[in-house]
Structure formats: C-alpha cells, structure tokens
C-alpha cells in the first residue's frame, strides 16, 4: 500500500493551494483518511480528518479556510486551503487508516508536500 502527496508548493499571504493524496496498492476498504502538518521544530499536528461517509473534522486554526474531501472510487482524499497564512508553512502529510485484501488494518502515510507561505 502507498499514499502519493501532491500539490504542494510556494503561495503569497491569502493565496490558495489544493493537496491531494492517492492511496494505492492492495486495499480493500478505506476508513477515515486525514491530514496532517509539521511545522520546523514543531510537533506534527492533525489539520482535518473525514470519515469514510464524509464526516468532518477540523483544528480550530483552520476552521473555515480549509476543507478536506475524499472520492472513494479514487482512494484519493483532497485538502483545498484558501486564505493561507504564512503560520500555515509546514510539511503536509496525508495519513490513511485502511483494510487490505489480507483483511489487516493499518495506518499508513503518505511521503509529505512542502507548503509554503509567503508574507
């Protein structure tokens, strides 16, 4: 099983970028997928999380900027940032809680895309 961050990269102060990340690999069914950020010198911290049915959830940071999506028929889960601001710069990392065809259940992560905000 593999995640493939895309979408990342340098933006102005109220700038917008779109993330994507593709599951791939021996997977039978994907549960909550979800993405993550780490600051330099920070702790990685949960940005949005949406459960397989399209439930929700945000950080307070980025409540009403950011909205997480998913297309099942793709393994793909999607996070659309507008109104970036330069505290925003971290490494995105997605993450995936999903069953594979053996029937074990695992987190896995994707490899992490640069965003960069400029002020």
């Known amino acids: 099983v593999q995640l493939q961050a895309s979408g990342g990269g340098l933006v102005q102060t109220g700038g917008s970028l779109r993330l994507s990340c593709a599951a791939s690999?021996?997977?039978?069914?994907?549960?909550?997928m979800r993405w993550y950020r780490q600051a330099p010198g920070k702790e990685r911290d949960l940005v949005a999380s949406i459960t397989r049915g399209s439930a929700t959830n945000y950080a307070d940071s980025v409540k009403g900027r950011f909205t997480i999506s998913r297309d099942n028929a793709k393994s793909t889960v999607y996070l659309q940032m507008n109104s970036l601001k330069p505290e925003d710069t971290a490494v995105y990392y997605c993450?995936?809680?999903?069953?594979?065809?053996?029937?074990?259940?695992?987190?896995?992560w994707g490899q992490g895309t640069q965003v960069t905000v400029s002020s």
């Open positions: 993450n995936a809680n999903l069953q594979d065809r053996t029937w074990r259940t695992n987190d896995y």
């Open positions: 690999g021996n997977i039978f069914r994907i549960f909550d």
